[in-house]
């Protein structure tokens, strides 16, 4: 097969992935949490799809990607290479928790194209073909984009109705709020109300106490006009 790499090309690139690939020494076996959409793991970190796990999306139309055990094969033998930091990771996308990963393997000018989920491997294709490789990974990130639509529309839709929870309970607190100024509202309201027929009661009592004052008035001033006059009676007149 005819190399579409110069040699020289093939060994800029190896200094490439001496440099940028530092940090796919191998990981601590440790178990780490999957990651949340959006993020994305160390590609040190990635491992075999359990076997328990849902079967693997199919690859894009036009891709021969070889039998199960062949593929299974080119999934260990890339997570090894990786934690051997053999690898130069030319390309990687991500769309959710979903990816797809073009690498270079610069000592046998060959390509391994990955598409995985969280922290696992589902496909793995390996070939010395560039256009090929590069075509299946076209593939693999269309089938990335398209398998993250559910899952980022339920983020999507799991953050609205967290902000519709935030916005309920402002509403209610606010509710309550109202609520109860307007029972302080009616309660004030109540008793002055109370105050004024209170009021309205005594300034009627008040009336009546005031027009039996100025009737016994009159009846003294009557009684001492009276009683004056016969007092003065026989007494001459005042000029």
Do not use: C
């Not at 990335?144 to 916005?167: G, M, P, W």
């Amino acid at each position: 097969m005819k190399y579409s790499l110069s040699l020289r090309r093939v060994a800029l690139l190896a200094m490439a992935g001496a440099s940028l690939h530092g940090a796919l020494a191998l990981a601590q076996e440790s178990e780490a949490t999957v990651p949340v959409v959006g993020t994305r793991p160390a590609m040190s970190a990635l491992t075999a799809q359990p076997a328990t796990s849902a079967p693997a999306p199919q690859a894009a139309s036009g891709v021969v990607a070889g039998n199960d055990a062949d593929v299974q094969g080119y999934v260990a033998e890339l997570i090894q290479m990786i934690h051997d930091a053999k690898l130069v990771e030319l390309r990687t996308t991500y769309n959710g928790s979903f990816g797809a990963s073009l690498f270079f393997h610069p000592d046998e000018v060959t390509y391994y194209v990955a598409l995985f989920q969280d922290r696992h491997f589902w496909r793995v294709i390996k070939s010395q073909d560039e256009a090929r490789a590069e075509a299946i990974y076209a593939g693999f990130v269309q089938q990335t984009s398209q398998l993250a639509e559910i899952e980022i529309h339920r983020t999507q839709l799991q953050a609205q109705n967290a902000f519709l929870d935030r916005v309920i309970a402002s509403s209610a607190d606010r509710a309550r709020r109202l609520q109860a100024d307007l029972e302080v509202a009616r309660t004030q309201q109540a008793q002055v109300s109370d105050r004024q027929r209170q009021m309205q009661a005594e300034a009627v009592a008040l009336r009546v106490e005031k027009e039996k004052a100025q009737a016994q008035l009159r009846d003294l001033q009557r009684q001492v006009q009276m009683l004056q006059r016969q007092n003065e009676a026989g007494l001459p007149a005042t000029k």
